[in-house]
């Protein structure tokens, strides 16, 4: 609602009449946890930064076949689903409820390949000796490191499937409107975007020479 409108109605600032920085207080709620989120998430890059540049010998586990290539399937299934919530967005604001609950469902679809071929990479790993305090190479922070790095991001992930699911349920009910959607999409981008900078810092500088 802009000042005229609201002068026209005969509210003023003071009775709430106005959005705070112009911006509802759904999508504002959501900007101000995404930003301390972020600060959250490059505290840890930064330290996992710091624990591998101060380790001589930092393992290097990851082979093309089958880890890089799995990475790289999990990345393309975020970054899908990050296509499909701009399109789920874009329906909704047409008023396609159809549409966006279609998009959404695509969305978890994309999530829910990257949960699992994570959970499968974790197995992996374990299988293989990498605990939390130890692993095959004795450079026990790399398995502290790699596990609360990933594992906070798939807590998010899933977090958002969760989410999105909700907000897909309430579009069909009536209950949400494009606002919802909308907010929604802003999780979900962001969780994608931290990924953007987890897989090369942690899988591809990590790939073996071998």
């Not at 999990?74 to 549409?99: I, N, P, Y």
């Not at 966006?100 to 374990?126: K, P, Q």
């Not at 130890?134 to 502290?144: E, I």
């Amino acid at each position: 609602m802009t000042e005229r409108a609201v002068q026209a109605q005969g509210a003023t600032v003071w009775d709430g009449g106005l959005y705070p920085f112009a911006v509802n207080h759904k999508k504002l709620g959501m900007w101000l946890f995404i930003a301390s989120d972020s600060l959250t998430f490059s505290a840890l890059l930064v330290a996992y930064s710091y624990v591998r540049l101060a380790t001589e010998h930092w393992p290097t586990p990851f082979h093309l076949w089958p880890s890089i290539s799995m990475a790289t399937l999990m990345t393309f299934c975020l970054l899908s689903s990050s296509v499909t919530m701009v399109m789920g967005v874009a329906a909704s604001k047409r008023g396609d409820k159809a549409g966006a609950i279609r998009y959404l469902l695509l969305t978890m679809l994309g999530g829910t390949a990257f949960v699992v071929l994570h959970i499968n990479e974790w197995l992996g790993l374990i299988r293989e000796g990498v605990r939390l305090w130890s692993n095959p190479w004795n450079v026990p922070l790399f398995g502290a490191t790699f596990f609360t790095l990933t594992g906070l991001h798939m807590v998010h992930v899933a977090t958002g499937l969760i989410y999105l699911g909700v907000i897909a349920a309430g579009v069909a009910r009536g209950r949400f409107g494009h606002e919802e959607v909308e907010v929604s999409g802003l999780y979900w981008h962001f969780v994608d975007l931290v990924w953007m900078f987890i897989f090369p810092l942690v899988y591809l500088l990590s790939v073996s020479a071998a």
